[in-house]
Nanobody, 122 residues
Framework: VQLQAFGGGLVQAGGSLRLSCAAS????????MGWFRQAPGKERELVSS????????YYADSVKGRFTISRDNAKNTVYLQMNSLNPEDTAVYYC????????????????WGQGTKVTVSS
């Protein structure tokens, strides 16, 4: 599966952005999808993930209550709605896919898209 993420940009603290990740290739609904981010000088971290059907989700504590992950299997797209952004959310965001059934909190993914940069100004 090929993944392409977009929707990043510059936003003021308190603002919102919606990231999208379009998938092509094999059947999108076969894959658990995740969003990761990597800030300068920091390790990549799992931000959120969503099950194949969209019925189950996972969020890192740092984004819980502010970010919402969703997917549209008919459009082969996964979204990350980010609200109440703060400068600590500044990072390159990546979408990823896996077809293994493991815990949604797992960071093990097989396929990666290119990143989209999110910058939150104070």
């Amino acid at each position: 599966v090929q993944l392409q993420a977009f929707g990043g940009g510059l936003v003021q603290a308190g603002g919102s952005l919606r990231l999208s990740c379009a998938a092509s290739g094999r059947t999108f609904s076969f894959y658990t999808m995740g969003w990761f981010r990597q800030a300068p000088g920091k390790e990549r971290e799992l931000v959120s993930s969503i099950s194949r059907s969209g019925g189950s989700t996972y969020y890192a504590d740092s984004v819980k209550g502010r970010f919402t992950i969703s997917r549209d299997n008919a459009k082969n797209t996964v979204y990350l709605q980010m609200n109440s952004l703060n400068p600590e959310d500044t990072a390159v965001y990546y979408c990823a896919a896996r077809n293994k059934v493991v815990l949604l909190s797992s960071s093990q993914y097989d396929y990666w898209g290119q990143g989209t940069k999110v910058t939150v100004s104070s």
